[in-house]
């Protein structure tokens, strides 16, 4: 159902009693890219979000992580939760992260999928803006179409040319869904170009945290690798033969590493 929290209004589902998940999709997706995995979570309250730009939440403005980061913190006020554990993947998980370093008191464990902190530095992150204002220059003339067959060939996705048809099929539904007003909101301000770099406060975040990637993905198990040396109390876990989207690709696989996590 729809919450209006701030002017603006989210899609949020939840399903489920026991402890609460909360559950963020990255960039193209929705909160279904994680209904395989939930399928093989039970005893939890799991609650999903559209994240702006996406979804049903759709066109919302171009907010920004730290505006998006005070919603949710409303949003999870208003189902009465004093705090969460929080999964996210890749834009996802740089919001989950970007959570726990605003909201640290309302975060009891954080899973990171595929995820960063950010842009070390000022020139990596102008760099990225253009790459990223390119992009939506692309998608505004030449359409979502055009803007998926192009994201579709990136060597982040390549392991997923090895699933089925049907569930390849279904991604691309997915992203095909998204309208390229609200995907271009979404990297004009919660891109990792503009979104803040949480590397220097990395050793301060006092809560339990679990990194996860795939071992196709080398660009993630780069970064997670220095994520996890600068972090004061976390675990990694690599997933073997899988690529960027571990949830999509091992739901199954990925479902035990969540539950696993949340028990300990």
Not at 5 to 11: A, I, M
Not at 15 to 41: A, C, I, N, R
Not at 63 to 86: I, P
Request: net charge negative; proline share 4%.
């Amino acid at each position: 159902m729809y919450r209006h929290v701030e002017g603006r209004k989210y899609w949020v589902e939840e399903q489920g009693e026991g402890q609460p998940l909360l559950l963020l999709h990255g960039f193209t997706g929705t909160l279904h890219t994680f209904d395989e995995v939930v399928e093989g979570l039970e005893g939890y309250r799991l609650i999903r979000v559209d994240l702006p730009g996406h979804g049903k939440t759709g066109v919302i403005g171009n907010v920004t992580m730290e505006e998006f980061c005070r919603d949710l913190s409303l949003l999870l006020e208003d189902r009465g939760l004093d705090s969460v554990a929080l999964l996210g993947y890749s834009l996802g998980g740089r919001t989950a992260l970007s959570f726990a370093q605003l909201y640290p008191e309302k975060v009891d464990r954080l899973l990171l999928e595929s995820a960063s902190p950010g842009l070390a530095t000022s020139k990596e992150q102008l760099a990225r803006q253009a790459k990223d204002k390119a992009l939506v220059d692309k998608m505004i003339q030449e359409g979502i179409e055009a803007f998926v067959n192009y994201w579709e060939t990136l060597p982040l996705f390549e392991s997923q040319q090895a699933l089925s048809e049907e569930k390849r099929s279904m991604i691309r539904k997915e992203r095909l869904g998204q309208s390229p007003s609200g995907l271009s909101q979404s990297l004009m301000g919660m891109g990792t170009g503009v979104q803040p770099s949480w590397w220097d406060q990395l050793p301060a975040l006092d809560v339990p945290v679990l990194l996860v990637t795939g071992e196709l993905d080398d660009k993630f198990r780069q970064i997670n690798q220095h994520m996890h040396k600068e972090l004061l109390n976390s675990e990694w876990i690599e997933v073997e033969q899988t690529g960027h989207a571990i949830h999509v690709e091992k739901p199954s696989i990925f479902a035990k590493i969540v539950d696993e996590f949340m028990i300990q």
